[in-house]
């Protein structure tokens, strides 16, 4: 099995920054993609942001352009994701994310969620 543990959760005030980290262990041998969803009771998870291995450019919400940045090394389990300019709609359970690519297949792995609150 591969784990993720996620850290850097909290509650700020709005225009405030977090950064969070995640790393993964375990069974890993070629892992794709790593990234960040976020989810509220009652929606949908959406995806934040994430990297690729190959890819040229980092994929990012609309929501989150030009406030969140992703950032990390694939090739060392590790993938951050720095928020600044902090909103209340930011507010969620972050989740961290890994693909990798195993016995003629991908396989997704999620790690168990931290909290972000946005609030005066």
């Known amino acids: 099995q591969v784990q993720l543990v996620e850290s850097g959760g909290g509650s700020v005030q709005p225009g405030g920054s977090l950064r969070l980290s995640c790393a993964a262990?375990?069974?890993i041998f070629s892992i794709t993609t790593m990234g960040w969803y976020r989810q509220?009771?009652?929606k949908?998870?959406?995806l934040v942001a994430s990297l690729t291995t190959g890819a040229a450019t980092n994929y990012y919400?609309?929501?989150v352009k030009g406030r969140f940045t992703i950032s990390g090394d694939i090739a060392?389990?590790?993938?951050?994701l720095q928020m600044?300019?902090?909103?209340p709609e930011d507010t969620a359970v972050y989740y961290c994310n890994a693909d990798q690519y195993?016995?003629?297949?991908?396989?997704?792995?999620?790690?168990q969620g931290t909290q972000v609150t946005v609030s005066s």
């Open 61 to 63: 919400h609309d929501s």
């Open 44 to 46: 949908q998870r959406e």
């Open 40 to 42: 509220v009771s009652g």
């Open 84 to 87: 600044n300019s902090l909103k």
């Open 25 to 27: 262990s375990g069974s």
């Open 102 to 111: 195993y016995g003629g297949g991908y396989h997704a792995y999620w790690g």
């Open 76 to 80: 060392k389990n590790t993938v951050y």
